[in-house]
């Protein structure tokens, strides 16, 4: 079974604070690693995605992948209110197909 | 660009007969679609791949019979949850996968659809 873990929170972060957020994952094959923010009752929409080592960043977020340690994170700095969701850890297996992680709920607090 | 939509949103149905749930790529065309399922507080759990006129893959555990899934173009693929019962009520969410990518393997979510069975 290929797992995808995360810590599932809640991670409450003062506004302006940076929230920093952690995915392993099992599969050493695995080539494509995905974050996504889910609001509760909507479907995940994609922060960013990451397939080589290192850092890649976009405006306030940047994602961290060390192939080696099978460990990806996902930094957001100044944080804001409206960042209070759950963020998925997504990695790919079997082609395109994504495994998802159970989340964690980030709670940003004013 | 790269949207998805799912239809009907909601849904409400006996126990015992039979939903089906509609996405559509609506500005691309993708090979293959996804569905998911998310129960309440839990992450999101494939179910199948669809691809375009052929059969779909059923993830272990996922009952063909019961989950059709039909991917009859290029824009459209549809999931019947027949002789559906309460256990089934879910958050059912489709995926859509590109047919032009590049080297991305990203995929375009639906925003849904929210399956009670009463």
């Known amino acids: 079974q290929k797992e995808v873990e995360q810590n599932s929170g809640p991670l409450s972060v003062p506004e302006g604070a940076i929230a920093s957020l952690n995915c392993t994952y099992s599969?050493?094959?695995?080539?494509?690693f995905f974050w996504y923010r889910q609001y509760s009752g909507k479907s995940p929409e994609l922060i960013m995605f990451?397939?080589?080592?290192g850092d890649k960043e976009d405006g306030r977020f940047t994602a961290q992948l060390n192939k080696a340690s099978q460990y990806v994170s996902l930094l957001i700095r100044d944080s804001q209110p409206s960042d209070s969701a759950t963020y998925l850890c997504?990695?790919?297996?079997?082609?395109?197909?994504?495994?998802f992680g159970k989340g964690t709920s980030l709670l940003v607090t004013p | 660009g790269a949207v998805v939509s799912q239809h009907p949103s909601r849904v409400i149905c006996k126990s015992g007969t039979s939903v089906k749930i509609e996405c559509r790529s609506l500005?691309?065309?993708?090979?293959?679609m996804f569905w998911y399922r998310q129960f309440p507080k839990q992450s999101l759990m494939l179910m199948a791949t669809?691809?375009?006129?052929?059969?779909?893959?059923?993830e272990q555990g996922v009952e063909k019979d019961k989950f059709l899934i039909n991917h009859a173009s290029l824009t459209l693929s549809t999931l019947t949850v027949t002789s559906a019962h309460p256990e089934d009520s879910s958050f059912y969410i489709c995926?859509?996968?590109?047919?032009?990518?590049?080297?991305?393997?990203?995929?375009?979510f639906g925003p849904g659809t929210r399956l009670t069975v009463t």
């Open positions: 997504a990695v790919n297996y079997s082609g395109y197909a994504l495994n």
């Open positions: 990451i397939y080589s080592n």
């Open positions: 500005d691309f065309q993708a090979t293959t």
């Open positions: 669809s691809n375009e006129g052929s059969k779909a893959t059923y």
């Open positions: 599969d050493r094959g695995s080539q494509s």
């Open positions: 995926s859509a996968l590109p047919l032009e990518r590049g080297h991305t393997y990203e995929q375009y």
